[in-house]
């Protein structure tokens, strides 16, 4: 079953760009979630990744990073994936429930 949380997505709209690569950021007007495009992270013939495998990127950088090599865009998906794991936690955004 694919994972799926609109409030968990809706974070991105307030979070900063973690895209690592030159672009023209406009994080400052709000991020998308990037969902990953690999099998490892749920991606399937037009089936989305869960929701849980974005990576918060303005809407310039997302764009970029459709037009990548294969290699490139998941080598910078996954930076900006770790990145965006590491603002959510440490933010507070996600925590675990006891």
């Known amino acids: 079953m694919t994972y799926r949380n609109r ?3 809706d974070l991105a709209h307030k979070a900063p760009c973690f895209a690592d690569f030159p672009h023209e ?4 007007q709000g991020c998308d979630p990037a ?17 849980w495998a974005v990576a918060f990127l303005c809407n310039t950088a997302h764009k970029m ?7 490139d865009k998941q080598a910078t998906w996954l930076r ?4 965006t794991q590491n603002y ?4 507070g955004k996600l925590k675990v429930v006891k």
């Open 80 to 83: 900006a994936f770790v990145k």
């Open 35 to 51: 969902h990953s495009d690999s099998q490892i992270f749920g991606r399937g013939h037009g089936h989305k990744s869960n929701d």
């Open 7 to 9: 409030s968990f997505l």
């Open 25 to 28: 950021c406009h994080g400052w």
């Open 65 to 71: 990073l459709d037009y990548m090599d294969r290699e």
């Open 88 to 91: 959510l936690w440490e933010s």
